[in-house]
């Protein structure tokens, strides 16, 4: 199984707190230190689980807008988007388990033309404040059928870390991967108040391969 490079930290430490707990169980506890170890063994191996990076063939898509994420379709409504659209979107809320794979892919083709970091709070991540008030990250793409996209990746309660790779000027393609985020989180899109949206409340999407929405060009 392949790893994301971001589990590098996370699975080395857990590796020494796990040899070190169950080193002392067994010397304390000797023959009742499995009733430590079993647990801590099935906590050690979903640490590697969380990190998987599955082989997916990805491709090449214009009009359609791709699933960024693993998870569960949690919202669907006409919204403000006030940071950078500065007018009506439909959002799209995406929310992951900490059983998701976590990789964070482009809906749209296009060009990234902004990106913003933004800190702040870790409520639920499917609380609807969560999007504006949560650690998150802020990115736009300009599409190939020349509307402007915005999707953001939401830290949640127990999600603390969120990378984005992109830069303004990279080019998007769908379905590909641009970031990160450790453990439950969500993940809001931002679309043409004209987009036609193919997916529902309760849908679970597939990350780069499930098609949420269609862009008219």
């Keep these: 199984m392949k790893l994301h490079k971001e589990s590098k930290g996370t699975i080395i430490v857990a590796s020494l707190l ?118 998150r990250t802020t990115v736009a793409v300009e599409s190939l059928t020349n509307h402007k996209v915005v999707f953001r990746q939401i830290a949640g309660y127990v999600a603390r870390r969120i990378v984005f790779y992109c830069n303004e000027g990279d080019t998007a393609k769908a379905g590909h991967e641009f970031g990160f985020i450790k453990f439950g989180s969500r993940m809001d899109i931002f679309l043409p108040l004209d987009t036609e949206i193919t997916c529902k409340i309760g849908d679970k999407t597939k990350g780069g391969i499930d098609v949420i929405a269609r862009m008219k060009d």
């Design 18 to 135: 796990f040899a070190v707990v169950a080193a002392l169980s067994i010397y304390f506890l000797e023959m009742w230190s499995l009733l430590i170890i079993i647990p801590l063994l099935i906590i050690y191996s979903l640490v590697f689980w969380f990190f998987r990076v599955p082989n997916r063939d990805i491709l090449d898509h214009t009009e359609n807008v791709i699933a960024p994420v693993d998870g569960k379709v949690v919202m669907i409504k006409e919204v403000e988007e006030t940071e950078f659209l500065k007018e009506k979107a439909i959002q799209v809320s995406i929310f992951m388990s900490p059983l998701n794979v976590h990789i964070c892919r482009f809906p749209v083709s296009g060009n990234v033309i902004y990106k913003k970091y933004h800190p702040g709070k870790y409520l639920v991540a499917w609380h609807e404040k969560s999007s504006t008030e949560n650690e």
